[in-house]
């Protein structure tokens, strides 16, 4: 009698279309990038979709970017061609707090 019911916590249901892209873009190669772990990747990628997307950035993105500022590898490997300038002009642009609380570097004089 109860053998054949089931329960869940959270009702089964398909994935969201955004789900969705996140697992595509998961098959799409990324370089190497010396030092970083899983959630780099994916804290990458997920800046990267909502710069495509025209979306804001939250402040934790923007903090993600900060974190490479001084590393040379990383800068060469992950941003190569000043991409870092474009992500950290836009997410200037697109985090309202992070504008308030990072003083735009003078021309990425850093």
Request: net charge negative.
């Amino acid at each position: 009698m109860y053998a054949s019911s089931q329960y869940f916590y959270f009702p089964p249901s398909s994935p969201s279309p955004s789900s969705q892209q996140a697992d595509a873009s998961k098959t799409e190669p990324l370089l190497e990038v010396p030092g970083w772990k899983d959630y780099d990747y994916q804290d990458y990628r997920d800046i990267e979709q909502a710069i495509q997307a025209g979306i804001s950035l939250t402040y934790a993105q923007c903090q993600w970017l900060m974190r490479w500022t001084e590393n040379e590898t990383v800068l060469a490997a992950a941003f190569p061609g000043g991409k870092w300038e474009t992500w950290y002009t836009y997410a200037w642009q697109h985090c309202e707090r992070f504008a308030k609380e990072q003083p735009e570097w003078v021309k990425y004089g850093k």
